[in-house]
């Protein structure tokens, strides 16, 4: 089973600011088959990133994926209200499917 | 416009088996493969399985004694069934279509809060 380990586990920030969000692999990841979520509170998930670095469709550029292997990073350049919620990682190209633990991105 | 709609009871006893039905509109479920994600309460996502449309399925070694996917398309839905279950299965349950390689989880049910308590 791939691990993926996110960090930080809560990151505080102001709007307008950058954020910057890891997941690690605990094994390479074939042909980077890695998905980003953004979920809020009592909400579903909602695809945001995939294969590393498309994004959905609907999403803003200001979310962007970027990495290879095992080290993978989601940015969002300029924090809007709307952005403060929880991420998830998620590996899609390896039995069983798995997802990072998290990361909440908070205002400062 | 593409929809998941979820049903099934809120509360299942311990040692019971809790059953879900993902109801899908406007995409045959007769494409892709349909999966099941819970989440407990404060935590992260836990996949759960997945049923294709030729019926073959994936499960997560974590659950696989437990767990049977089934669909039936002349109703156009796909179903989770989850045995034996204790508190530690109370969680919120969510369908998605999955994609495969193709791009993860893009369209979710809305959810479904599973409580296990006698």
């Known amino acids: 089973e791939i691990v993926l380990t996110q960090s930080p586990g809560t990151l505080s920030l102001s709007p307008g600011e950058r954020a910057t969000l890891s997941c690690r692999a605990s094994?390479?990841?074939?042909?980077?088959?890695l998905a980003w979520y953004q979920q809020k509170p009592g909400q579903a998930p909602r695809l945001l990133i995939y294969g590393a670095s498309n994004r959905a469709t609907g999403i803003p550029d200001r979310f962007s994926g970027s990495g290879s292997g095992t080290d993978f990073t989601l940015t969002i350049s300029r924090l809007d209200p709307e952005d403060f919620a929880g991420y998830y990682c998620q590996q899609y190209g390896s039995l069983p499917l798995t997802f990072g633990g998290g990361t909440k991105v908070e205002i400062k | 416009q593409v929809q998941l709609l979820q049903s099934g009871p809120g509360l299942v006893k311990p040692s019971e088996t809790l059953s879900l039905t993902c109801n899908v509109s406007g995409r045959s479920i007769s494409s892709y493969y349909w999966s099941w994600i819970r989440q407990p309460a404060g935590k992260g996502l836990e996949w759960i399985g997945r049923i294709y449309t030729s019926g073959s399925t994936n499960y997560n070694p974590s659950l696989k004694s437990r767990v049977s996917l089934s669909l039936d398309t002349s109703k156009n839905q796909f179903s989770l069934r989850l045995t034996s279950v204790t508190a530690a299965d109370t969680a919120v349950y969510y369908c998605?279509?999955?994609?495969?390689?193709?791009?993860?989880?893009?369209?979710w049910g809305q959810g479904t809060m599973v409580t296990v308590s006698s």
């Open positions: 094994q390479i990841l074939t042909s980077n088959y």
């Open positions: 998605a279509i999955d994609h495969g390689l193709l791009r993860g989880f893009d369209i």
